[in-house]
């Protein structure tokens, strides 16, 4: 096999391999095990894949992964524990694949192979969570089994077709890095998300201070009480974000929670930010082009507030007239937001 074939076939294993790395491994296993695929010098030392014990092992890890694949959400934390595991599974792949060509050229094709793999798994955990934040599961599992079957498939092209694998992985690895700063911003947004998550698990209660108890009366007669009773369990806002509120807003802090405007916003539409409770206003800001950007909601347009407990994110729903904004916020140990939704109902 020539160089320019071992370079498209580590790209197509790399691409695949950062989509499933455990199946992609068990049909590589598999195929040299029974001699489905006619393995050429190339790709002699792939033998070792043929172990039973390894075999095992990446069809108990593949089946995980299949049914963890189909849910909602739980797909999603499972590609972020992943997201070192599969590039370094894909480069650690292509040196047994390339053990005997020139050592240098053994490299090149690791780190192709790798950062191949840490590609297409961005761009997959990226779609999989916008696709997650759809109510109904099917195109979740239509996607996932797209990936299901494209390994074994992409495994034979990579063997037997390799300019024709690595062609596909181009023009994919291609576009996907044209998307790359959303991509990685979706990846951002999920790896807070998961750490938040577990933030909660790990340490439900961290001593914060409760917010001040006020009567449902005093709340309806003057809601401003709402952003002053709820300021002692704020998020901290950072230096910029503080410096923000204060030149455009006119205040020096604000209740506030960590997340995501998923809907109803403009200028910090889905960028991870602070959702601010001040006395007349929510706030909403995030940092953009270099910058900090915000988005209004006035008190006087909501009429209530919802809140819905879910499983990567608690979100917030402004409602109103001519009003709809919706915010995915990260786990919060203090259940600010839930709080916030029950005061503000009984004040309105």
């Not at 961005?122 to 934040?133: E, F, G, M």
């Not at 576009?175 to 991509?183: Q, S």
């Not at 915000?294 to 009003?323: C, M, Q, W, Y």
């Amino acid at each position: 096999m020539d160089t320019l074939q071992l370079i498209a076939s580590a790209t197509g294993i790399g691409f695949l391999a950062g989509i499933r790395l455990y199946l992609t491994v068990l049909t590589l296993g598999l195929a040299v095990r029974f001699e489905w695929l006619r393995l050429n010098d190339s790709f002699s030392e792939l033998s070792i894949l043929g172990n039973w014990w390894v075999i095992g092992f990446a069809a108990t890890a593949a089946l995980i992964e299949f049914f963890s694949d189909k849910i909602p959400w739980l797909d999603s934390a499972w590609d972020s524990i992943h997201t070192f595991i599969r590039p370094i599974g894909a480069a650690a792949l292509s040196v047994a694949a390339f053990d005997s060509v020139d050592p240098a050229l053994r490299f090149l094709l690791v780190l192709l192979t790798g950062g191949a793999a840490l590609t297409s798994h961005s761009a997959k955990a990226a779609t999989r969570l916008a696709v997650n934040q759809s109510p109904e599961p099917f195109s979740n599992v239509a996607l996932s089994l797209v990936g299901d079957a494209a390994v074994p498939v992409g495994i034979w092209l990579a063997v037997e077709h390799p300019l024709l694998i690595g062609g596909i992985a181009g023009t994919f690895l291609l576009v996907a890095l044209l998307f790359a700063p959303k991509v990685f911003r979706v990846l951002r947004i999920q790896w807070i998300a998961l750490s938040s998550l577990l933030a909660t698990w790990l340490n439900p209660s961290d001593g914060a201070e409760e917010p001040l108890t006020v009567d449902a009366g005093a709340l309806a007669a003057d809601p401003k009480r709402i952003a002053r009773a709820f300021s002692t369990i704020a998020s901290p806002l950072p230096e910029a974000g503080v410096a923000h509120l204060r030149r455009k807003h006119g205040v020096d802090a604000a209740f506030a929670l960590h997340g995501v405007m998923r809907r109803g916003g403009k200028r910090a539409r889905n960028r991870d930010g602070y959702l601010c409770l001040l006395d007349d206003r929510f706030v909403f800001i995030a940092k953009k082009f270099g910058g900090w950007r915000s988005d209004e909601v006035p008190h006087g347009s909501l009429t209530r507030i919802d809140f819905e407990k879910g499983l990567l994110f608690d979100s917030l729903r402004l409602r109103g007239a001519n009003t709809d904004v919706l915010v995915d916020l990260f786990k919060d140990r203090r259940r600010g937001a839930q709080r916030l939704a029950e005061a503000w109902n009984v004040a309105r």
